[in-house]
RNA sequence: GGAGAGAUGGCUGAGUGGUCGAAAGCGCUCCCCUGCUAAGGGAGUAAGGGUUAAAAGCCCUUCGAGGGUUCGAAUCCCUCUCUCUCCGCCA
């Protein structure tokens, strides 16, 4: 949520911000409701004010042992006219609430201007694609000739964008997963953390999917309504709502691995083969909690530490900022990191690291204490892909596969995987 | 699933219709005393919002959430959510 503060006071430079997005924000509208909230407000607290004033008088009235009834003559038409007054203002706000809520977040100066993921920048890149001497063969190729990856039997349990996976590529996936969640804790200061799969509205709110991304979760139940989480950013990054975090417990770190669900409503027709874009995948995820002029600084270190998995994995990648057509809802910069994917001879998402400032601490009140001011102020949030496991396990086949279709097992993994050097089909 | 108890400020915890935004303790801040990695004394210390260019001041809201009763609700009534205890079931 932007501040409405600066909505009020700015809503033209918002306005300008946001259409750099592509994102329409009709201040002249917004105002007009601000003005009549403005009014109404002023005007129904006035109403409160007399109400608790001639309260305490017959209180007071009533304790001396006078009459009251002449006090409470006098203030019979009150209640019938504050509570109009309060059910106005209530209306009001709540549409003012609705709009702020649909609005995404500012965008940071250096985000480049642009109108998709073509006009991302790159910021750096760091490896080099392997040179095959051999036609280069996608997953899916090399999953199914090894006999452990399987689209036909999981489309037969559940229908498109699911995979079921076997033997050492499966053990591979749960090796990268481990290798992450110790490179983060052990090298980069992060807390694991294990957290619901399952969460309430509110939560979802918190972070940003709702109200405005309904459609892009997979809704469990109606009454109580859970979601299934679509990114651990969610159930983690709630680890703060409605804390006063004391001066000096900031920066927080927590990582955390977890199945992601997404509906992938209005992706259709894209990745549709392969486990590139799925219902169901498995991820890693960084997330920080800072002080608010920290989180610039922090971007830089949390991009850092998904690169360095990737760095370790020996995987050539480039990070790009995100430019302001590509960048999500309530990020205020974004860095994708992508990998090198020699079966479709290009770079693809791995990794998205986020700094979302105040938007969503100002939604789940995440605040600390302003060691200066004594006062509680909101923290900013950051997360991160520490990275994908799903898509780190395509990009380990990919680029570590043989000729004869077997696949090299990463050095940094071999300990998680008993030792084990080359994954064939034997199993 | 059945029975019961509870939800109060950064934390613990009193408070059953007006004198309660709320005792006390802890924590924190400042001051005094002491002259030493201690103790003691005093003062202050909830959040959110409105008004304002901003601050001060003033006002409003908030005692899990939402409704209701009342001139007036932390306190009474209803619904919901969550937590805890016991029983049952169970990975």
Redesign the pocket.
């Known amino acids: 949520m932007i ?3 600066l909505l ?2 700015s809503a033209a430079d918002v306005a300008a911000n946001l259409a750099r997005r592509g994102f329409e924000f009709d201040a002249d509208a917004y105002l007009e409701l601000e003005e009549r ?2 009014a109404l ?2 005007e ?3 109403l ?13 009235a ?2 001396r042992g006078e009459d ?1 009834e002449p ?2 003559a006098a ?2 038409d ?2 019938d006219r ?2 109009a007054g309060e059910k106005a203002l ?1 209306e009001l706000q709540g549409q003012l609430r609705d709009i702020e809520l649909g609005l995404p977040n500012l965008m940071s100066e250096d985000v480049p201007t642009g109108d998709s993921e073509d006009d991302n920048t790159e910021v750096r890149k760091w490896g080099e694609p392997p040179q095959l001497d051999f036609a280069a063969r996608d997953h899916i190729e090399l999953g199914e000739s090894l006999g452990q990856l399987d689209f036909d039997a999981a489309s037969k349990i559940s229908g498109a964008r699911f995979v079921v996976m076997k033997g050492q590529l499966a053990r591979l996936q749960r090796a990268l997963i481990q290798f992450m969640l110790d490179t983060h804790t052990s090298e980069h200061g992060y807390t694991e953390t294990y957290v619901p799969y399952l969460v ?1 509205p509110p939560a979802l709110i918190g972070t940003g999917q709702l109200p405005k991304f309904e459609e892009d979760q997979f809704r469990t139940t109606d ?2 309504p859970f979601y299934l989480i679509p990114t651990a950013e969610v159930p983690v990054t709630n680890l703060a709502s409605d804390v ?1 975090f ?1 001066a000096d417990a900031l920066p927080v770190r927590y990582v955390a691995h977890t199945p992601c669900f997404r509906s992938e409503a209005g992706s259709h027709g894209q990745d549709t083969r392969g486990m590139i874009r799925q219902h169901q995948f498995e991820k890693v995820e960084l997330v920080q909690f800072v002080a608010p002029d920290a989180s610039m600084d922090a971007l830089e270190e949390l991009t850092g530490h998904a690169e360095v998995v990737l760095q370790k994995l020996e995987l050539p990648y480039r990070v790009v900022i995100l430019c302001s057509g590509d960048i999500g809802f309530g990020s205020t910069k974004t860095y994708d990191i992508e990998v090198w994917l020699p079966g479709q001879n290009r770079y693809r998402e791995i990794s998205s690291c986020s700094n979302y400032n105040d938007f969503q601490a100002r939604r789940m ?1 995440a ?1 600390r ?1 302003n060691p200066e001011t ?5 923290i900013h949030t950051l997360n991160g892909s520490g990275v994908a496991a799903g898509r780190a396990l395509i990009a380990v086949m990919e680029n570590y596969q043989q000729e004869d279709g077997s696949i090299r097992v990463p050095a940094v993994l071999q300990a998680y995987m008993g030792g084990l050097e080359v994954i064939d089909a034997s199993g």
């Open positions: 501040d409405p503060k009020r006071q909230r403005k407000q002023v129904t607290e006035q409160q004010s007399e109400r608790n004033a001639s309260a305490k008088h017959i209180g007071k009533k304790a009251i006090l409470l203030v019979k009150l209640g504050l509570e209530q309430k009454e109580p006063i004391d009140k605040r204490r004594g006062k509680p102020e909101l």
